[in-house]
């Protein structure tokens, strides 16, 4: 599940795995939030392109001003 809020995208819910057998449950979670949203911004918002995703990721970490882009994504 997510949502488009200030024109980027937020993951609400991971997709996961979830196997329930009386009492005993197992669920197995595929991802994090923040793997979401930016395949969500790579995807929805700039047509599978990851070059120009990057380019235009406005997420910056308050305490370092960097941004928050995952340079592992698309490899």
Excluded: H
């Excluded at 009386?22 to 793997?35: H, I, K, N, P, S």
């Excluded at 969500?40 to 941004?67: C, F, P």
């Amino acid at each position: 599940m997510w949502k488009d809020k200030f024109d980027s995208p937020r993951c609400e819910l991971e997709p996961y795995y979830k196997f329930e057998w009386l009492w005993f449950g197992f669920r197995a979670q595929q991802g994090t939030d923040d793997e979401w949203c930016q395949w969500l911004w790579v995807y929805e918002y700039n047509d599978g392109d990851v070059e120009k995703a990057k380019n235009n990721w406005g997420w910056i970490d308050y305490n370092t001003k960097k941004s928050t882009w995952n340079d592992g994504y698309g490899k």
